[in-house]
């Protein structure tokens, strides 16, 4: 039987909390053609003029807050989940970041020197985005062809609305949502508008109506802002939240250009003007709590609905190690193998 194995992948992280360090990490992460998609003098320019000079400051001082003992969150759980994953399984898994450590030619060379012939390969991304899910995918690929050509592989494809990880979602997220709270707000990192049309095969129909998202068209196999929408209806049904009790919004937006909204930190200072005062958040397209859950939404984000006038606001934690989650992933591989 041919040697199989598989290869967990997620974003990744700093090395340390050092300015060197998050400067080395944003600049591998921001120059990626997927990310900042303009063209490479453009994309250049504006990396290596306007942001390295001064984002790898603020950014290191935003690590630090969640820095822990064992390191970055996001490697610390991803390694954690790879072991228990690991557990139940006959197969190697291996684990790997699309930027940063552990890096994805190491993993590919371990798993060549083991002998693996057949990869199944998981991006950690529930949504299609060419700046997520595209990217680790593209660069496994590339590294495949590079070190081991014979090697093959099959894909997980976005899960938002596999059942397993609908009912993970929910089990990890029931118990903070109480009859007292007066929305639960899904929020979703933000990507350029132009992200949704670029990956419209038709160039017809992503952004062209207000409810584009609502009819069905094959562009929605690619479309980050239709799968976050069901991603949201498939848990309020399971939940059973009463209709309007659940917002949408988007963070962590990058550059001035056009991107989804509405965003979170303005739906954050907008909510007790309108007498919703008291909150739960979830971030369903995070699946391990990172530098855009637990600073910019647990602890800015936070501040900023309280200084406006909420009154309670509570975080609802990524999946990251919950045991219905890593059923899920053990399911999905159990699957294919």
């Not at 508008?193 to 038709?202: G, I, T, Y």
């Not at 952004?207 to 998202?213: G, K, V």
Request: contains cysteine; glycine residues 4%.
């Amino acid at each position: 039987m041919p040697r199989k194995a598989v290869l967990i992948l997620n974003l990744g992280s700093p090395d340390s909390t050092s300015v060197a360090d998050v400067r080395r990490y944003l600049k591998e992460f921001l120059l990626d053609e997927r990310v900042i998609d303009s063209a490479p003098l453009v994309r250049n320019l504006l990396v290596r003029g306007v942001i390295l000079p001064t984002r790898p400051k603020r950014t290191a001082a935003a690590y630090k807050k969640i820095w822990t003992a064992e390191g970055s969150p996001l490697i610390a759980t991803s390694k954690n989940v790879q072991k228990k994953v690991q557990k139940r399984v006959d197969v190697p898994v291996e684990l790997a970041m699309r930027y940063g450590s552990p890096s994805i030619p190491d993993a590919v060379s371990r798993l060549k020197n083991q002998g693996v012939e057949e990869l199944f390969i998981m991006p950690m991304y529930p949504h299609y985005a060419m700046s997520s899910y595209e990217t680790v995918l593209v660069r496994v690929q590339e590294e495949i062809r590079i070190q081991a050509p014979p090697m093959t592989w099959t894909v997980l494809q976005p899960f938002y609305k596999d059942e397993d990880y609908i009912s993970a979602l929910v089990e990890n997220s029931s118990s903070y949502i109480t009859g007292d709270l007066d929305k639960v707000l899904f929020s979703f990192h933000g990507i350029p508008e132009r992200h949704l049309r670029k990956a419209d095969s038709s160039h017809a129909h992503c952004l062209t109506t207000p409810d584009c998202c609502n009819v069905c068209h094959p562009a929605q196999s690619t479309c980050y802002r239709h799968q976050c929408f069901e991603t949201v209806k498939s848990v309020t049904r399971k939940l059973g939240l009463p209709m309007g009790k659940q917002s949408i919004s988007f963070q962590s937006r990058l550059t001035r250009e056009p991107w989804l909204r509405p965003f979170t930190d303005h739906v954050l200072k907008e909510f007790p003007k309108q007498g919703i005062k008291r909150i739960a958040v979830i971030c369903p397209s995070f699946v391990a709590d990172c530098l855009e859950t637990l600073e910019e939404i647990e602890m800015e984000g936070r501040k900023e609905f309280l200084a406006a006038g909420g009154e309670y606001f509570t975080m609802i934690p990524c999946l990251n190690e919950h045991p219905a989650w890593i059923s899920m992933l053990v399911n999905r591989i159990q699957d294919w193998a």
